[in-house]
């Protein structure tokens, strides 16, 4: 750069001396930058020739039987990710490997031209591993007879793919968790000891199908007895039910054709409609119903074959829909359907008249019950012959006596749980309700009914953890922000808001906490009141971070509009005052991370993008992100960073993983995957494919994890299958890598009240 020294005026002849300095200053430090690009790009390079020389001598000493490679130095690939608008390097690392931000640089050597990357942490998996210890939530928003009582006095549903044994009295449970994709169907056996259950088919992280199948399972034990189907069923399993005689099992998949097996008896045959439930007879096991769309079948089973004879409505109208049906002691079938009426069916011998000579009995309605405004939902036969029946749109439970006459009738009367889906008696007066909005209820006719397990009904993804109690926060589509304790396994309060949920974080002193909204807006709840104490709006996008600092005189509120907000926060995180914002990021916000001196922050975003801002220099973007090398990060959460590449897969497209925690003594990150998994690293994990335990669980993309204050539990939450996972840290332990969990924890809280 030259000056003219001609038009530097006399009076500013003071000034020149430092202006020049300045301007030399700005010099060294484009140079530094340009030398730094330089010895990036030749490091690079090198190395895609060194892999490229690498290759052969690898092949030679795996076809010799050397396990191993000639070591190599590793230097750094780039000082920054691209944005959304460009591609990856044609050659090298695919997937996230050139995603991630800042590597920990050492000083550049002038001698070398190049800046030496020195990996901290080993290449072990953690020491610790992961036992399932609870399960929250129920699914009853879609699923049939999915609710029954076993002998042991445990209580069997499912969620996920997860099959929960929950003991009603001693508030424990156990799991069954063999299967590879979501329960959808659920029966036990008479001896009310064997299980059966049927998944969905899936796919696994290749976009490869996993076939359908159903579990026979021992509850006492846990023991998978037979695995059956495999290759046989499409989409999934709709419904399963054990015969009386102990030989068969029928089993009805999810196709178009709604095919109809019997196991170990018959290859199956098909019905054209669609179908919800399948029974045997309890008196004769060769005799079959199901129903479904305006229909009833009878099915005889004989020699190996299947052969079906249609209930015939006759002068009564075809209701759209039967949803349910039982057995009656006097060997008659009672059917539950969309109109609110209980249909009592039985046999007839045939009309000559119509059907001519030799026309054979058929199945016709003996008589008609009204019993519900809706739809009749379940359907449940007492011991004495009462029978029970759950109502749809009324949300009533009536008892029936044998002769169909009404006894008594109570109604599901808080909203928040839905309409009866399922219904389990206990003792002929006490009853177990399961509800369309993943309740299940415990109680009487004469006391009413408390929720005994509750969970969201739609997509969650926010979820924070309690700074030094054993709580956290959960918020998600539904529009219900709910508070659980993770030591007596219970929901302490929920609430519904205006708008749904995304992020959420507490306060460090932990009386309020700070909930993202979808609309910009984000919410401040006082714990203990569950009052709205602070009520602002960032833009117009949804929210998807909310963090406080660790001192909580700052909120950080990442949004969708590809800024950071950054509030001032006083009385006790009661009051926010608009401090700055953070503007630089050209997608939207994903993560974000406060240094431990509340001075900085670490940010991801939708195009794999990591930035670093000075907040208390007045946010702004830290242009040289060498100077953040060495700082200490509060948390770790951001999916995107050195300390965390080993994280991501070869090959991943940088959508894979959805979420990420490190723990507080830093010594673990736990990370929930795209492909229904939870997975724990050693911390940190710079490496490519650094070891992990791995877990499963989950039915679908696993939307967040978090550790508990003391690190004793992780919890993950899945997207769509509305379920929350709390694992057990075991610390040393010797378990299964891969996470066996068949594991009893016990509670000792009393029912979770109503929210």
Not at 53 to 71: C, D, N, T
Not at 124 to 129: A, F, H, R, S, Y
Not at 241 to 263: G, K, P, Q, Y
Not at 439 to 459: P, Y
């Amino acid at each position: 750069m030259e000056l003219d020294i001609d038009d530097v005026s006399a009076g500013s002849s003071a000034e020149y001396p430092d202006r020049v300095s300045v301007m030399e200053g700005r010099l060294q430090l484009q140079e530094n930058e340009i030398t730094l690009l330089k010895s990036s790009l030749a490091d690079a390079l090198r190395r895609l020739r060194l892999h490229d020389q690498l290759i052969p001598l690898l092949k030679q000493q795996l076809i010799a039987g050397s396990g191993k490679g000639p070591e190599q130095d590793v230097f750094c690939r780039g000082a920054h990710p691209p944005h959304h608008h460009q591609e990856p390097p044609e050659r090298g690392p695919p997937g996230p490997q050139w995603l991630h931000g800042e590597p920990e640089f050492s000083p550049p050597d002038p001698n070398l031209g190049r800046t030496s990357l020195h990996y901290p942490g080993g290449m072990e998996p953690p020491v610790e591993k992961l036992e399932l210890d609870w399960v929250y939530g129920y699914r009853g928003r879609d699923c049939r007879a999915n609710l029954y009582l076993l002998a042991s006095g445990e209580a069997v549903y499912f969620i996920a793919c997860v099959v929960v044994l929950y003991h009603i009295n001693n508030r424990t449970q156990r799991h069954y968790s063999k299967h590879t994709d979501c329960v959808r169907c659920l029966t036990i056996h008479p001896d009310k000891v064997r299980v059966a259950s049927g998944q969905t088919a899936g796919v696994d992280k290749d976009g490869k199908p996993l076939q359908p199948y159903v579990h026979i399972w021992d509850s006492s034990t846990l023991i998978t007895l037979q695995q059956i189907g495999l290759g046989t069923f499409e989409r999934g399993v709709g419904s399963v039910a054990f015969s009386f005689a102990v030989t068969f099992l029928c089993v009805i998949d999810d196709s178009n054709e709604h095919m109809l097996s019997v196991w170990d008896c018959a290859k199956g045959t098909n019905t054209n409609e669609a179908v919800f439930t399948v029974e045997f007879n309890p008196n004769d096991s060769t005799n079959i119903i199901t129903c479904g769309k305006s229909h009833v079948y009878f099915w005889t089973l004989s020699a190996g074959s299947l052969t079906k004879k249609q209930g015939i409505f006759g002068k009564y109208k075809k209701p759209k829909f039967i949803q349910c049906f039982v057995f009656s002691l006097t060997g008659d079938v009672l059917t539950g359907d969309s109109e609110g009426n209980i249909l009592t069916w039985g046999k007839s011998p045939g009309d000559v008249k119509t059907l001519g000579k030799g026309a054979k009995e058929t199945f016709q309605i003996m008589r008609q019950t009204r019993a519900h405004d809706g739809s009749v939902f379940t359907l449940c036969m007492l011991q004495g012959g009462a029978l029970l029946s759950g109502g749809g749109k009324d949300r009533k439970i009536i008892r029936w006596s044998a002769d169909l006459a009404p006894e008594r009738e109570c109604e599901v009367k808080d909203t928040c749980f839905g309409a009866v889906r399922c219904i389990a008696d206990v003792d002929g007066e006490e009853l177990l309700v399961g509800t369309t909005r993943n309740a299940i209820l415990r109680g009487t006719f004469s006391d009413g009914f408390v929720a005994i397990v509750q969970g969201h009904v739609d997509e969650m993804w926010g979820l924070a953890t309690h700074p030094s109690q054993d709580v956290f926060l959960t918020c998600g589509h539904d529009r219900l922000v709910c508070v659980w304790n993770t030591e007596e396994h219970k929901l302490d309060w929920c609430t519904t808001l205006e708008e749904y949920g995304l992020c959420a974080d507490f306060c460090p002193n932990g009386a309020v906490v700070s909930v993202g909204l979808s609309t910009g807006r984000w919410l401040v709840l006082d714990l203990q009141t569950k009052d709205i104490v602070s009520d602002y709006t960032d833009g117009n996008e949804q929210l998807s971070v909310m963090r406080y600092s660790t001192d909580g005189s700052f909120l950080a509120v990442g949004s969708h509009d590809n800024f950071i907000y950054i509030y001032n926060v006083t009385e006790s995180g009661r009051r926010y005052s608009r401090y700055g914002k953070c503007n630089g990021h050209s997608s939207f916000i994903t993560h974000l991370d406060w240094s431990k001196d509340g001075k900085y922050i670490m940010s991801n975003s939708g195009d794999y993008e990591i930035l670093y801002w000075d907040i208390a220099g007045g946010c702004k973007l830290l242009r040289n992100r060498y100077e953040s090398k060495d700082r200490e990060w509060a948390s770790y959460t951001c999916v995107l960073g050195f300390h965390v590449m080993g994280v991501w897969l070869e090959g991943s497209d940088g959508t894979d993983i959805n979420a990420l925690c490190r723990s507080h003594n830093e010594r673990m990150v736990a990370v929930a995957d795209d492909f229904c998994k939870v997975h724990l690293f050693q911390y940190p994990c710079p490496k490519p494919k650094a070891p992990n335990h791995s877990y499963e669980g989950h039915g679908s993309h696993v939307t967040n994890v978090r550790f508990t204050h003391c690190d004793s539990h992780v919890l993950s939450m899945g997207g769509k299958d509305t379920c929350i996972l709390q694992w057990r840290v075991k610390r040393g332990g010797t378990g299964d890598s891969g996470g066996d969990r068949l594991h009893s924890s016990s509670s000792t809280s009393t029912s979770s009240p109503e929210p």
